[in-house]
């Protein structure tokens, strides 16, 4: 008989996970045609409008798939695509999804939404069921995690990209045919990435606990997808990253320093706060060291000064790259759920609970940087200017989370919170100037031109067969080809503004991170027993009439920029030199009139 040497522990958990997960329903979920979005539901127990919108978000996960498609794929204009990731490091790295409207696989914004997700299913993992979408929950998380540990091949080596950014964003074609060579980028022991080292472990940490059946403060979470032996992959990764992000012998450093072609998409701002949130994650998944890994979390927060980025003026969002107000809230879920990890910690729930309120109440209070804009849109200067809607649906999940989970100081506070949330996703489901519900395929109303080359369909014609993309954007093809169910847009401009183009990837692009928020706030909402999504109210055709003229002035598209005049600033700038300019002529004037009198005297 021939004896096979065993695997070093490494080269096991590198490989694809065979564990068991749970059977997709046969017929499959698909989503249905928009027109459903507009009538109200019968009053059934589980809102079907609530479980169909949950069923479309999770659907977009597929759409994005990257790799060998399974037999159970249920998109069936996505095709197998990128099968030769890794190829050039010597390891399978297909699969995965692709971050947004184009083809690159990013680990930093990935392990983000991961999290997220998992997160919002451990405090409301119920409402997956209630919308008999738990299997696929599963499928989805399984989709990506797979991925990551194949990125995580060592302790002390992580794939952050695969692709090239520069030439993907040049290609408009379909899955077919995506241009090469897709380069994979490492960070390692001598080369670094605390974040993005820290960010994957926090996400295997985060569904670790999920798979582990773990519960926060107030959690509605879900049984079904209880599966030991994958959660301890997840764990032994998040360890080993953990450990990475913390003592690698290059020390400690941003992801981009060392593979700076991730930081033209995605560059890091700080680590402490991935530090600090995956430690807290660490604390919630571990049994022997979960104090250890709540004190180093209190740590990470302290010695990287995050309680001022929850200060009025200085308040931070939630998103791929700024994690501090959600470590606040995690913190204060872990202190209340399992208050002996916190004892002896100087950051006990009443420091959580202070650091949470007080940025919510910042922003409910609007007396920080943040405001509302006219149509009702939380907006954060500079963090909103590319992507509207995901500061304000962060915002709102964090508020449900915090108040679902009864850790407000007062039952007002309670109120206060979830009715501001709601007034986010309100407004993302319709309830603003343009009647427009922002998820692609819910409603008539719905974006028709999302920024995603997938789903366009442009084909070249024989006679410019050579371009990759086409010289008008927005209008070839004249429709898509595909409707891209469940994608989140960025949103509108700081005026409520929607002019629904494919070549504004500031207002029309979909991405990973900005489906995520929605999908938790979604199944919070089947589980608290919420009314109809507003959508239900929003008339078929109300935007055709208010689709404002012209063009929008982004970062994308600079149409409507005004040009050959003066911005407010610089008229007033004008005035004043106009006006210094005029006092010095009259001064002059007067000054040589008393000289002429002195010497006529």
Sequence with gaps: MRVVP????????????????????????????????????????????????????????????????????????RNDSALDDGSDVGLDLSGGFYDAGDYVKYTFPLSFTLMSICWGALDAGQGYELASQTAYLDDTLRWGLDWLIKAHPSPNTLYVQVGDGNLDNAYW????????????????????????????????????????NKTLSGSQATTALANSSYASTLQNHARELYAFATGAEGGMQTYQTAVPQSGEAYASSAYSDELAIAAL??????????????????????????????????ETVFNWDAKTPGIVVLGAQLASAYPDVA??????????????????????????????????????????????????????????????????????????????????????????????????????????????????????????????????LDGDPAQEAYVLYGGVVGGPDARDRFWDLRSDWVQNEVALDYTAPLLTLAVQALVRGAGEPYYTQVRAGAYDEVRPGGFPCDAAVQTGCKRGGLSTGGKIAVGVVVSVVGLIIIGLAAFWVWRTRRNRY
Excluded at 43 to 55: D, I, R
């Design 6 to 77: 065993a695997l070093p522990l490494s080269l096991l958990l590198a490989l694809p996970p065979a564990f068991a997960q749970l059977s997709l329903p046969d017929p499959p979920y698909t989503p249905l045609d928009p027109s459903s979005g507009t009538p109200a539901s019968n009053g059934s127990s589980a809102n079907p409008h609530w479980s169909n919108l949950v069923g479309n978000l999770l659907y977009f996960y597929d759409e994005q798939r990257s790799g060998k498609l399974p037999s159970t794929n249920r998109v069936p204009w």
């Design 173 to 212: 074609g379909g899955d077919r045919t995506i241009p090469g060579p897709r380069p994979s980028y490492q960070i390692n022991n001598t080369s670094p990435g605390t974040d993005a080292a820290a960010q994957t472990s926090a996400a295997f940490a985060a569904c670790s606990a999920l798979y582990s």
């Design 281 to 314: 994650f660490l604390a919630l998944t571990e049994s022997s060291n979960a104090t250890a890994y709540y004190a180093d979390a209190v740590k990470w927060y302290y010695s990287g000064n995050l309680g001022q980025q929850l200060h009025a003026g200085d």
């Design 343 to 472: 004892s002896g910690s100087n950051a006990t729930l009443d420091i959580w609970r202070n650091a949470a309120e007080g940025y919510f109440n910042t922003i409910v209070n609007d007396t920080g940087r943040s405001h509302l804009t006219d149509g009702g849109l939380l907006l954060f200067p500079g963090d909103s200017d590319e992507a509207s809607l995901n500061p304000s649906l962060n915002v709102a999940m964090l508020m449900t989370r915090y108040a679902q989970a009864n850790l407000t100081s007062t039952p007002d506070l309670r109120d206060t919170y979830l009715s501001f949330a709601q007034s986010q996703l309100d407004y993302v489901l319709g309830k603003n100037p343009m009647s427009v519900p922002y998820i692609v395929g819910t409603h008539p109303n719905s974006p028709a031109n999302p920024h995603s080359a997938i789903s366009t369909g442009y084909r070249p014609t024989a006679q410019n067969a050579s371009l990759s993309a086409p010289d008008d």
